[in-house]
């Protein structure tokens, strides 16, 4: 059977949008729903100032807890956390994380809203970030948002994000995410990107991370898996979206991927009928339905 590698950004990039705060306890009770589900891969946090994303206070206490030695997770499972300069990988240093993230962008604009730095600027930040995980053998993840679309600057060149993506790769990160950080992207602009990246660098470091604020998240997902993409980024129940981009809904959510992918003899390790378990006390917490199509329909008989 084929396998899929989800990684599931919920507790970071979902919750990071929501208008509700969930306490470090509450994160924590929800990480270990996920896990118990079967998702391997999990964002958790990041160490970005609680002045600009306040919903990820405290990530520092939380990753603490969640690599404690009296905590019993399978071994194969992956935590992360987004690092957005020196500041904050001299934190996540202190912990035992061995995998963070870094986040830049396909468009100077959206570089300059989201990270107020220019692209330039950005890559050297990664490059610093870069160099002190080396020593102790953290990965480095590379996120590249709006690599279809920006909200302020439209229509994103393919050979802007090709360009990136090998940037991102010469730095020494060991997976770039491609992302549809706007919800523009469909199958036929998919196709027409990962073609030419895959005669660039070849598709094995590539994820791809959709948001589907029109619905084309599931095709894009086909679209991709069809060139040959393996990992796939989604948040639990659609959580999320982006604080830099009006209008741009949430992300796809893990129980719609998880459903398309099992229907189409891929496995994934996830206990989907668990993983929908989990909505209602999500919804609870943060006083709002989830946009997750699977978890409102259920499975079928």
Not at 157 to 178: A, D, N, P, T
Not at 241 to 250: L, M
Request: aromatic share 6%; net charge positive.
């Amino acid at each position: 059977m084929k396998k899929i590698e989800i990684v599931e950004v919920g507790p970071r990039d979902g919750l990071q949008n929501e208008v509700q705060s969930l306490s470090v306890d509450q994160r924590l009770n929800f990480i270990d729903q996920l896990v118990a589900a079967g998702l391997r891969r999990i964002e958790v946090g990041a160490f970005v100032s609680p002045k600009w994303v306040p919903q990820m206070n405290q990530s520092f206490e939380l990753i603490q807890e969640l690599l404690n030695s009296k905590r019993k997770y399978p071994k194969d499972v992956r935590f992360s956390a987004l690092v957005p300069n020196r500041k904050g990988m001299e934190l996540a240093e202190k912990t035992s994380l061995k995998e963070i993230a870094v986040f830049g962008a396909s468009s100077e604009s959206f570089s300059q809203k989201n990270i107020n730095c220019s692209m330039r600027e950005g890559l050297e930040r990664f490059q610093e970030v870069i160099k002190m995980a080396r020593p102790t053998k953290i990965k480095v993840r590379g996120y590249l948002s709006v690599a279809f679309g920006c909200p302020y600057e439209g229509l994103v060149k393919e050979s802007v994000v090709r360009k990136q993506i090998e940037k991102y790769l010469e730095l020494g990160m060991y997976e770039i995410s491609i992302g549809d950080t706007i919800g523009v992207a469909t199958p036929k602009q998919v196709r027409s990107l990962l073609k030419k990246v895959s005669q660039d660098v070849g598709l094995k470091k590539v994820a791809m991370h959709f948001h589907d604020t029109r619905g084309t998240a599931l095709a894009n997902v086909l679209a991709s898996l069809d060139l040959g993409v393996r990992v796939f980024d989604s948040s639990f129940g659609g959580l999320g979206g982006c604080p830099y981009a009006k209008g741009a809904s949430g992300n796809l959510a893990t129980e719609d991927l998880v459903y398309m992918l099992h229907g189409m003899g891929f496995e994934t390790g996830v206990k989907l009928e668990k993983l929908i378990q989990i909505s209602p006390g999500i919804e609870n917490l943060i006083q709002h339905g989830l946009p997750s199509r699977v978890a409102r329909a259920g499975l079928p008989l």
